[in-house]
């Protein structure tokens, strides 16, 4: 591991350089499979029914003194660019988190990266920082493509390379759905960097010719965990098929599925595995309980834990389907709970309204699906509550990192019948 190796005078080759180029992953001769993931699967109408055991969802937060993780090097050591480090002092950082310090060298040095860490460690800094480092020595064209499940975790990865490289030179589009494809068409006539996106519009733009997968030696997937289960399978298929000149490939997540380790066996190639968590368990940080609500009024229960509002102050409610969400939400409103809602029916500019909201802390509660349960960066969510139980654990685990987040101690509530 880094920090028992690391220096600033490591050599560093250039990202992706001298490595040989991969064969077409649609070549591989065990590639993509239907295999059974933990998606929930909608049959006649409906959802399979969480088969989670309650017990495991009730967790005291560690009592005891947790020794953070702190690095031997300050940004300002790190084998990079010195305008680069410039543009990570100004946003604040002072030295690199577990998951940047442990992968640097190796994406520096061109390594497949399979990378586990907690929400909320730095995992978006840590491929974006090697992917500036390279285009800082060698600017290509189209050089990354940055592919994530949902729309907010797409807008947000983009954020971060506007602020991590500013005044750089460097340039990066966000294509997700939800907006006005004429405007992603246009954007497209300017020379882009990295491109970062959700695999359906991604596709849309494929499609029509717009995007050449063949120019890009250099991939991110970024919650991969959910980008190679049964809902992305086949849209990832499609565009790893297309990397013809794939050089680079780096995958992270908060979580790990063993059922699904002959995939990353096939997209990443003699590769660097760094784990700050074991991918299985949740947050030590975190107090989990359960609500048993046997014939009780669920909604009058939660209402109860509302109206405690110096407490429960921002608020994450997750609800298992669109309309339960927006039904949810409304009957909050009527009795002057300030809410607003984030789901798949809604507009980008309304999922991102109802998110600003949130972040300022003009609504109390955000009820939403599981979009939000990866690529929301809210500080301070006091509360996730499962107003449902989750069908899955990973599902479970993605929910309930919205809070405690950077080290802060949080809380979670599930529902149970």
Not at 31 to 50: A, I, L, M, T, Y
Not at 231 to 238: A, E, Q, V
Request: charge should be positive; charged fraction near 25%; hydrophobic fraction near 35%.
């Amino acid at each position: 591991m880094y920090s028992n190796n690391t220096s600033s005078t490591k050599s560093t080759k250039s990202f992706g350089s001298g490595k040989k180029k991969k064969k077409q992953y649609g070549n591989k001769s065990n590639s993509f499979r239907n295999k059974s993931s933990n998606r929930p699967q909608q049959r006649g109408g409906g959802f399979k029914k969480s088969t989670l055991d309650p017990n495991l969802l009730v967790r005291k937060a560690t009592e005891e003194v947790i020794v953070e993780y702190e690095s031997k090097r300050t940004i300002k050591d790190l084998p990079i660019d010195i305008n680069l480090i410039e543009c990570l002092v100004a946003k604040g950082f002072s030295k690199p988190t577990q998951i940047q310090d442990q992968t640097l060298e190796y994406l520096l040095d061109g390594h497949d990266v399979l990378g586990i860490a907690q929400t909320g460690s730095g995992k978006t800094a840590a491929f974006l920082v090697p992917i500036i480092q390279e285009l800082l020595q060698n600017p290509q064209k189209s050089y990354a493509l940055v592919v994530v499940p949902t729309r907010e975790l797409a807008s947000q990865i983009q954020d971060e390379f506007i602020s991590m490289s500013k005044g750089l030179n460097l340039y990066s589009e966000c294509f997700i759905g939800g907006t006005n494809i004429n405007t992603d068409i246009k954007k497209l006539r300017r020379s882009q960097h990295i491109i970062i996106g959700t695999p359906g519009r991604l596709l849309d733009l494929i499609g029509k010719k717009l995007i050449d997968l063949r120019k890009f030696n250099t991939l991110v997937l970024d919650e991969f965990d959910r980008m190679l289960d049964m809902g992305f399978i086949h849209d990832m298929k499609k565009i790893i098929g297309g990397m013809e000149n794939r050089k680079h490939s780096l995958l992270f997540s908060a979580t790990l599925d063993k059922t699904q380790q002959s995939l990353i066996d096939n997209i990443l190639s003699d590769y660097k595995t760094v784990k700050c968590s074991n991918g299985e368990t949740t947050c030590d940080h975190i107090d989990q309980d359960i609500i048993h609500v046997g014939g009780g009024d669920k909604f009058k229960m939660l209402c109860d834990m509302l109206y405690e509002k110096e407490e429960f102050s921002k608020v994450l409610v997750f609800e298992e389907t669109k309309h339960k969400v927006k039904r949810l939400c409304q009957k909050l409103e009527k009795i002057d709970i300030t809410a607003d809602q984030i789901h798949g029916n809604k507009s980008q500019n309304a999922r991102q309204n109802a998110l600003n909201k949130f972040k300022k802390g003009k609504i109390q509660v955000l009820v939403a699906t599981d979009v939000a349960a990866r690529g929301i960066d809210v500080s301070d969510v006091t509360h996730v509550i499962n107003y449902q139980i989750p069908l899955t654990m990973d599902s479970y685990i993605h929910r309930i990192g919205r809070t405690g987040r950077a080290g802060k101690r949080g809380k979670a509530f599930t529902f149970v019948d």
